[in-house]
């Protein structure tokens, strides 16, 4: 056998998981989408004390957004430190190690942690707060890996035409480094909310409930989720999975277009930034 | 005055107004740590009397049961590890060979969106992809088998590979990308074949990133709770084979927390259960780090 057709054969056999990969995603995609005819207006405009969807699509935007307007800043901050600031030195390296770490923690410890802190010791209780702080705590390395990953690439010479202006080392950042990378942290932020737009477990016991009457009017009452009902509705409650079929292609559609406007948003400013050729 | 002592003069005046933002910018960076200290600390705090009073039992107990006050975890790890493992079984081979085919392979104009597709698998919700279990995975596994229930390790094992996947790729694949063009160029230039440049240069030098990337697929299967509690048929005890009925800790936690009653022995328990989950994956999780690192200086 020559070393062309050994070739061939080995490029056919690794090519055999990409394929499984995408099939798995338009399997689940055409799965998903066998219950559209659940879904109408009336399904996401009614309460969901007349059996619709409405506070529990409207709490699980309140939570992400919440949770990325309090993770988005310190984020940022935290990479351009890491990035701009950090000497290179055992402090930064342990930092480092810490954010790839928290990345790492399982979500149902950061539930049982925010539970524990935000919900019980700084007395938050079940509510829409303890549920955006715990939250934060999963879109944040998301932010920083990004964002460091955005500053990084933006090119010296803008920062030191500022600092050559006489500008001090954070004004030349805010004003240059931070525009040109603006496009890639907007991006990580959208990232780290398609992470936790369906997240469970880390509201489980932190921020949601199986049913309120009406929205809630304060950050300290809880709210409903999407991700939360299916799941309660499920295991806790037994229910058959086709009675949750609308929320799960609701919470589908917001995941998956978060995650397309990252990605496009990423491709497009690739493109648009002269400086990365 | 000299120049050199203005210079610094007016230096100073200059960075006086970045000085609080600095400190802003360190703290920033610093939560993490914080957040680590804090999370070890409040979990630990909750499990510590479930600790003091089980000891390892907590871990190795092969009993649990509310109304004689036994916690025994022993078969809530070993379920864990069990689908864990029978995950990593399918996502190792799958995760490692799409790596090389996308960063290698590949031609250049379907890399991005066929990376795209795979980073859109990792964000599916968990909740999501245990309904997915549920209305296809399950049926599929009772009437393959015949079996009276297809919530079993193996239908946990199945859809957890597809959440550990994304992971292993997009890890193993930037490390494998990272390799040198002209190392590769060199072989090739030698006579090499593509297959034989990817065997003989590409592997070897991304063999600890791909180990890297396989700890933190692991790291992210053994935590992972929801669809594995939707699917896995919650039954705490050491089956025997795949095809049985499991509960892992994360699940075990996710279904008692809402009963059990702050501050009693089922509670500490519980967090005595999280702490352990939580050193488990600090531990994949630093080790995974330092294997990159170390790979990266020999690289």
Not at chain 1, 14 to 39: Q, S, Y
Not at chain 2, 78 to 87: E, K, Q
Not at chain 2, 210 to 230: H, K, P
Request: with cysteine.
């Amino acid at each position: 056998m020559g070393s062309q057709t050994k070739e061939r054969i080995f490029f056919f056999a690794l090519g055999v998981p990409v394929v499984i990969c995408l099939l798995a995603f338009f399997w689940i995609a055409a799965t998903l989408f066998t219950g559209v005819g659940t879904l109408n207006m009336e399904f996401l405009t009614t309460s969901a004390l007349q059996g619709g969807a409405f506070e529990m699509i409207v709490g699980t935007i309140y939570l992400f957004l919440g949770a990325a307007a309090i993770a988005g800043p310190i984020g940022v901050f935290a990479a351009i430190y890491l990035v701009e600031y950090a000497p290179h030195g055992k402090i930064t390296r342990i930092i480092d190690q810490a954010i790839n770490n928290l990345a790492g923690v399982p979500s149902i410890i950061i539930g049982l942690f925010g539970y524990t802190l935000f919900s019980r010791q700084l007395g938050f209780g079940i509510s829409l707060m303890a549920g955006w702080l715990t939250l934060a705590l999963m879109i944040l390395p998301i932010v920083i890996r990004g964002s460091e990953e955005a500053i990084r690439i933006v090119p010296q010479s803008f920062k030191q035409a500022a600092l050559a202006l006489g500008a001090t080392k954070w004004k030349s950042i805010s004003l240059t480094t931070l525009i040109a990378a603006a496009p890639g942290i907007v991006t990580s932020v959208i990232l780290g909310i398609a992470r936790v737009a369906g997240e469970t477990a880390a509201i489980l016991f932190t921020s949601c409930v199986i049913i309120t009457r009406g929205l809630p009017s304060s950050p300290l009452e809880p709210v409903m989720a999407l991700s939360f009902n299916m799941y309660v509705q499920i295991v806790a409650r037994g229910a058959p999975p086709e009675s949750v079929f609308g929320m799960a292609l609701i919470l589908f559609f917001i995941v998956v277009i978060f995650s397309l406007v990252a990605i496009i948003l990423r491709v497009y400013y690739r493109k648009k930034q002269p400086w990365l050729h | 005055m000299s120049s050199k002592k203005l210079n610094k003069i007016s230096s100073f005046f200059l960075n006086l107004k970045s000085q609080p933002m600095e400190i802003v910018l360190f703290v920033s960076a610093s939560l993490s740590i914080i957040i680590l200290f804090l999370m070890l600390f409040f979990v630990a705090r909750e499990g510590a009397l479930a600790f003091s009073r089980f000891g390892s039992d907590l871990l190795f107990g092969m009993q649990w049961n509310l109304e004689s006050d036994l916690f025994g975890g022993f078969p809530l790890l070993y379920g864990s590890l069990m689908v864990t493992f029978g995950a990593l079984l399918i996502a190792i081979p799958v995760g490692v060979c799409t790596a090389i085919f996308v960063s290698e392979v590949l031609p250049f104009y379907l890399r991005d969106p066929i990376k795209s597709i795979i980073e859109l698998l990792a964000s599916i919700p968990s909740v999501i992809y245990g309904f997915i279990g549920l209305l296809i995975v399950v049926p599929f596994i009772s009437s393959f088998f015949g079996l009276v229930s297809g919530q079993t390790a193996l239908t946990a094992s199945l859809i957890l590979s597809l959440m550990t996947i994304p992971t292993i790729v997009s890890v193993s694949g930037e490390i494998i990308s990272a390799v040198p063009k002209t190392y590769k160029e060199a072989a090739l230039g030698l006579g090499a074949t593509k297959w034989e440049t990817i065997k003989t240069v590409v592997l070897p030098i991304s063999k600890s990133g791909i180990l890297a990337s396989i700890m933190l697929g692991f790291g992210r299967a053994i935590g992972e709770t929801i669809a594995v509690s939707m699917i896995a048929g919650n039954q705490a005890h050491t089956p025997s084979s795949y095809l049985e009925a499991v509960y892992t800790i994360p699940s075990f936690i996710a279904t008692h927390m809402g009963e059990a009653a702050v501050g009693s022995l089922e509670y500490s328990a519980l967090f005595g259960l999280g702490l352990i989950l939580l050193i488990i994956t600090f531990m994949v999780n630093t080790l995974a780090d330092t294997v990159v690192k170390r790979g990266a200086q020999h690289g």
